[in-house]
């Protein structure tokens, strides 16, 4: 098996237990990054390479660490994806059956030397190996099957080079932004920041958003920088800033990589089966899969929906509006990854990152897109609005009503309760959302979000499509503002939770 952590408190402390509790239970072989460390692509990257039966990856992904903070651990099986939701009921159910467990409490390892330690541990196993591996090596190996790494060489070091700015906001991703951007693919070392990895990340909220990212954000915004990058905790979220700051939403930026692929060797050779999203993201993708002839599915949010798409050779890119893209190449999503396939299409096209994105909306539209999340409610609560919402939205009666805000007239062309069937293996998924469709084509989604703790978390979508190019250029928080009034009169949410608007807005 597989271990890493994101490198955030209680993570060392953490990995020894694991490393104690395998040995006792007879797993013959850990693979663990030196230090502990290794991002969660790199953990899928590894378990495929050595055909491993799975990896534990310790982490919370980009919620707060210290020792106030956040902590998770995640099991991902051996296709290199998360576990199934077949796999984690069964883990669910066996836990409550356990009365002991077994463990080497006097196994000690050294994760800061790199290579193999061996165990005898003097009972029916055999020998027990654990190896410190570099965090890096292997998964960079495997990126250079997949991109022109010269190409993007030569637009970060060449005459006319770009200057970008990279935050791997104190977690994992430092040593994968030193070794692969400034040592093999030459950007200056001081295009990088933030890149120690910190058990608290440095006090701030490892999340690359506009809310959190601050610290790029206004480097951006200073124009000395044509590109912009910042990573999440483990390393499979990003965000994507052009020069002057020019946000690329996520929804964007999935769509601009599939409208893109033929920039990447690996896509050249492979070619493109199919995309899929989760549901709340935009339908961008939708309409580059169109002009492509390419399948799009649509999953409930998570990851773990994409891995079965992708293993039965249904799908070639897979992506959420929570700033997760990913390809076949892994069975995660991989903000690296998407890093460099953004540096290859500049590489490419020449031109800069808002062109692209301009370019872009010229073709194929403007989705206008937001994400409003109500943090930290009571669970009573949020079940409550949702069964409310649900009733009026199932009613038949409420397809064909229209809202009129200001000059705008929204006539409700669909309505449900979003239930997914894997084309796979015909596993049913229900309750992922409920969803107000418009005759426009303009969208509202409700969906009730799994949150640590005792607490619950609203999450409200809107999105309004532009095909227009003198409207490209609006606000979209001004764009959609009809559209949320009507989901705040509907839901009550203000109402009905005391609270005067969201905790955040992406």
Same mark, same amino acid.
């Given at each position: 098996?597989?271990?890493?952590?994101?490198?955030?408190?209680?993570?060392?402390?953490?990995? /020894?237990?694991?490393?104690?509790?395998?040995?006792?239970?007879?797993?013959? #072989?850990?693979?663990?990054?030196?230090?502990?460390? $290794?991002?969660?692509?790199?953990?899928?990257?590894?378990?495929?390479?050595?055909?491993?039966?799975?990896?534990?990856?310790?982490?919370?992904?980009?919620?707060?660490?210290?020792?106030?903070?956040?902590?998770?651990?995640?099991?991902?099986?051996?296709?290199?994806?998360?576990?199934?939701?077949?796999?984690?009921?069964?883990?669910?159910?066996?836990?409550?059956?356990? /009365? /002991?467990?077994?463990?080497?409490?006097? $196994?000690?390892?050294?994760?800061?030397?790199?290579?193999?330690?061996?165990?005898?541990?003097?009972?029916?196993?055999?020998?027990?190996?654990?190896?410190?591996?570099?965090?890096?090596?292997?998964?960079?190996?495997?990126?250079?099957?997949?991109?022109?790494?010269?190409?993007?060489?030569?637009?970060?070091?060449?005459?006319?080079?770009?200057?970008?700015?990279?935050?791997?906001?104190?977690?994992?991703?430092?040593?994968?932004?030193?070794?692969?951007?400034?040592?093999?693919?030459?950007?200056?070392?001081?295009?990088?920041?933030?890149? =120690?990895?910190?058990?608290?990340?440095?006090?701030? %909220?490892?999340?690359?958003?506009?809310?959190?990212?601050?610290?790029?954000? +206004?480097?951006?915004?200073?124009?000395?920088?044509?590109?912009?990058?910042?990573?999440?905790?483990?390393?499979?979220?990003?965000?994507?800033?052009?020069?002057?700051?020019?946000? =690329?939403?996520? *929804?964007?930026?999935?769509?601009?990589?599939?409208?893109?692929?033929?920039?990447?060797?690996?896509?050249?050779?492979?070619?493109?089966?199919?995309?899929?999203?989760?549901?709340?993201?935009?339908?961008?993708?939708?309409?580059?899969?169109?002009?492509?002839?390419?399948?799009?599915? !649509?999953?409930? @949010?998570?990851?773990?929906?994409?891995?079965?798409?992708?293993?039965?050779?249904?799908?070639?890119?897979?992506?959420?509006?929570?700033?997760?893209?990913?390809?076949? %190449? $892994?069975?995660?999503?991989?903000?690296?990854?998407? =890093?460099?396939?953004?540096?290859?299409?500049?590489?490419?096209?020449?031109?800069?990152? !808002?062109?692209?994105? #301009?370019?872009?909306?010229?073709?194929?539209?403007?989705?206008?897109?937001?994400?409003?999340?109500?943090?930290?409610?009571?669970?009573?609560?949020?079940?409550?609005?949702?069964?409310? $919402? +649900?009733?009026?939205?199932?009613?038949?009666?409420?397809?064909?009503?229209?809202? @009129?805000?200001?000059?705008?007239?929204?006539?409700?062309?669909?309505?449900?309760?979003?239930?997914?069937?894997?084309?796979?293996?015909?596993?049913?998924?229900?309750?992922?959302?409920?969803?107000?469709?418009?005759?426009?084509? *303009?969208?509202?989604?409700?969906?009730? *979000?799994?949150?640590?703790?005792?607490?619950?978390?609203?999450?409200?979508?809107?999105?309004?499509?532009?095909?227009?190019?003198?409207? %490209?250029?609006? !606000?979209?928080? @001004? =764009?959609?503002?009809?559209?949320?009034?009507?989901?705040?009169?509907?839901?009550?949410? %203000? +109402?009905?939770?005391?609270?005067?608007?969201?905790?955040?807005?992406?």
């Amino acid at each position: 098996m597989v271990v890493g952590s994101d490198g955030r408190y209680f993570s060392r402390t953490a990995t /020894e237990i694991v490393v104690q509790m395998a040995a006792a239970n007879g797993i013959g #072989r850990l693979i663990i990054g030196q230090n502990g460390i $290794l991002s969660t692509p790199a953990v899928s990257c590894i378990i495929r390479k050595i055909k491993a039966a799975g990896g534990i990856i310790l982490t919370a992904s980009h919620c707060p660490g210290g020792p106030g903070g956040e902590f998770g651990v995640k099991f991902n099986v051996a296709n290199g994806g998360p576990a199934p939701d077949v796999v984690s009921d069964k883990i669910y159910q066996i836990s409550k059956t356990i /009365e /002991e467990y077994t463990i080497c409490p006097d $196994l000690r390892i050294d994760l800061s030397r790199l290579g193999r330690q061996e165990f005898d541990l003097e009972n029916k196993f055999k020998p027990f190996r654990v190896e410190i591996v570099d965090p890096v090596d292997i998964y960079l190996n495997l990126l250079r099957t997949i991109f022109d790494f010269n190409a993007i060489k030569s637009l970060l070091t060449g005459p006319g080079q770009l200057k970008i700015r990279v935050d791997a906001m104190h977690g994992v991703m430092g040593p994968y932004v030193r070794k692969v951007l400034c040592d093999e693919l030459g950007a200056p070392a001081n295009s990088a920041i933030n890149c =120690v990895p910190l058990e608290d990340f440095g006090g701030q %909220h490892p999340d690359p958003n506009l809310t959190y990212a601050t610290t790029l954000l +206004e480097a951006m915004k200073g124009g000395e920088y044509g590109f912009g990058a910042a990573f999440d905790a483990d390393g499979d979220r990003y965000m994507i800033l052009g020069q002057n700051g020019f946000f =690329v939403s996520p *929804s964007d930026s999935l769509a601009i990589i599939a409208a893109n692929l033929s920039c990447i060797p690996y896509f050249r050779q492979m070619g493109v089966r199919g995309f899929g999203r989760s549901m709340p993201t935009s339908t961008a993708l939708d309409r580059v899969a169109k002009s492509m002839k390419v399948p799009v599915y !649509e999953t409930p @949010a998570g990851w773990r929906f994409f891995s079965n798409l992708m293993d039965s050779g249904r799908c070639s890119l897979c992506g959420e509006e929570s700033f997760g893209t990913g390809s076949d %190449h $892994l069975r995660e999503k991989d903000g690296l990854w998407a =890093v460099l396939v953004w540096l290859s299409i500049i590489a490419a096209r020449k031109q800069s990152v !808002e062109e692209i994105v #301009r370019d872009h909306w010229a073709k194929f539209g403007r989705h206008y897109y937001c994400r409003f999340d109500y943090e930290g409610l009571e669970p009573k609560t949020t079940y409550y609005i949702m069964r409310d $919402l +649900e009733a009026l939205l199932t009613d038949k009666s409420f397809i064909g009503q229209q809202f @009129a805000v200001g000059s705008h007239v929204y006539s409700v062309a669909k309505t449900d309760s979003f239930e997914y069937v894997d084309p796979v293996d015909g596993t049913v998924t229900k309750k992922q959302g409920l969803r107000i469709i418009f005759s426009d084509a *303009s969208r509202l989604i409700f969906r009730l *979000s799994s949150s640590s703790g005792v607490r619950a978390t609203i999450r409200l979508y809107a999105e309004s499509y532009e095909r227009d190019p003198s409207g %490209h250029d609006q !606000e979209p928080q @001004a =764009v959609l503002s009809p559209l949320i009034a009507i989901a705040l009169k509907i839901s009550q949410i %203000h +109402e009905r939770t005391g609270r005067r608007g969201p905790t955040v807005i992406t």
